[in-house]
């Protein structure tokens, strides 16, 4: 009996060894999905941050782009002032000057009308030039879109100028 007895103490021995083994692997396993997921989470948390810190700062600066960009569109109520600049640059190139048109174009700008002034000046060519540099250097939202010059018999320069510049819509209440 007594050779039975050490074999089956030893099983048992062995059994309960097993059973600790596998129940603290099974405990470690699970103390590391646990540690896994809250190191997940805690990257992705990062990432959101990191997102949101991008996300801000980009709004930063989108706010004060658009301040920039602001003050190089024309205000609604400050059009006039535009053409009567336009107008008075000409007197000082002695052009003699007539506004032919003034046309608000069709567009699909939100907050934005692109308005057409058509020009016509009638001088030297010297100020012609010199008027549609001008022109091209206001420091509102303008382009020149096109300018076209004749000469007469008598030496006289004549231009047309299609003057395009970006204002504010019109704020309705």
Do not use: C
């Not at 057409?116 to 001008?134: E, K, N, P, Q, Y």
């Not at 509102?140 to 047309?160: G, I």
């Amino acid at each position: 009996m007594k050779h039975i007895l050490r074999p089956i103490i030893a099983l048992i021995a062995l059994s309960i060894a097993l059973g600790v083994f596998i129940l603290v692997t099974y405990r470690i396993a699970s103390f590391t999905d646990t540690a896994r997921e809250a190191y997940d989470k805690t990257t992705i948390l990062d990432a959101r941050k990191a997102n949101a810190k991008g996300t801000e700062a980009l709004v930063k600066d989108v706010i004060e782009d658009k301040a920039t960009l602001g003050e190089f569109v024309v205000k609604d109520s400050e059009q006039v002032r535009l053409i009567e600049a336009v107008e008075g640059a000409a007197r000082k190139e002695n052009l003699k000057t007539n506004i032919g048109s003034i046309v608000v174009l069709a567009n699909d700008w939100k907050y934005h009308d692109r308005v057409r002034v058509t020009v016509s000046t009638r001088g030297s060519f010297a100020s012609l030039i010199s008027f549609g540099r001008m022109l091209e250097s206001l420091p509102e939202a303008s382009w020149v879109e096109s300018a076209s010059f004749e000469v007469s018999a008598n030496n006289t320069w004549f231009a047309v100028y299609i003057v395009d510049f970006v204002k504010e819509k019109p704020t309705t209440l």
